[in-house]
């Protein structure tokens, strides 16, 4: 699996890239459909590039969009095979924008919606360097028996740190998986926050978005934006 990834990127509004953040969609669409979430972070991480790549699979369940991994039967192991098998590709892209922007590995976030946070935190807390932060929405951890294995730590031997968001009426991956995935990654040390959207549904909203760019901020040690609603 080389890396075969492409997909809409944003510059730093600065001009120069201090940061990068990667953002992974979910099952059924691509890339486009997540830019916009940096294009949004974008004032409060002026130095941040952004990309969201299209995975390397396409959907047969939707055939305009893509898939990081198939889901048939929805069963555990299935999920399992999916993320180490993606897993590569996702890494060669990453090194591989690092490397082109000259941004270093522990300047980096990982973001994934839905399978994209799936893969955001199998990635990221897999990743040779910890990256700063890893966001996961509406998603899960896949297999959490395999925590062990999640070994990224940071120069000072830290892991990274995770902010986890979850709709409360999602109809898709219940709320609870992401009660399930804070307990588990608490249990194995790894701090993280969360966030219920109350009222929402599988998708995400503009308290999300302001969340995500709050826990980023402090993740790349820049000034934390006031949260304040619409």
């Known amino acids: 699996m080389a890396n075969s990834l ?3 990127r944003l510059k730093p509004l600065s001009g120069t890239a201090r940061q990068l953040v990667v953002i992974l969609h979910g099952f059924g669409a691509d890339g486009n459909d997540l830019i916009e979430i940096g294009r949004q972070w974008q004032k409060v991480l ?17 055939p305009s969009g893509r898939q990081w991994f198939r889901l048939t039967d929805r069963n555990p192991d299935e999920r399992w095979s999916g993320v180490c098998s993606a897993q590569p590709v996702i890494d060669a892209f990453i090194d591989s924008e690092l490397q082109t922007l000259g941004v270093t590995p522990n300047r980096l976030a990982v973001v994934g919606f839905s399978q994209g946070a ?31 294995e999640a070994t990224a730590r940071s120069a000072t031997g830290a892991p990274p740190p995770v ?3 979850h709709g409360h009426m999602d109809e898709v991956i219940p709320v609870d998986s992401m009660f399930m995935t804070a307990d588990q990654l608490a249990g194995a040390n790894i701090p993280c926050q969360w966030h219920l959207a109350i009222g929402l549904g599988h998708n995400i909203d503009g308290e999300e978005i302001r969340h995500g760019a709050m826990f980023l901020a402090r993740c790349f040690g820049l000034p934390t934006p006031a949260l304040r609603s619409k």
């Open 6 to 8: 492409d997909g809409p």
């Open 46 to 62: 002026p130095d941040a590039a952004f990309a969201s790549p299209h995975a390397h699979e396409p959907c047969a369940m939707a």
């Open 163 to 165: 902010l986890l968001m």
């Open 118 to 148: 799936m893969m955001a935190l199998h990635v990221g807390l897999r990743r040779k360097v910890a990256p700063a932060g890893v966001i996961g929405l509406s998603g899960t951890l896949v297999g959490p028996e395999h925590i062990g």
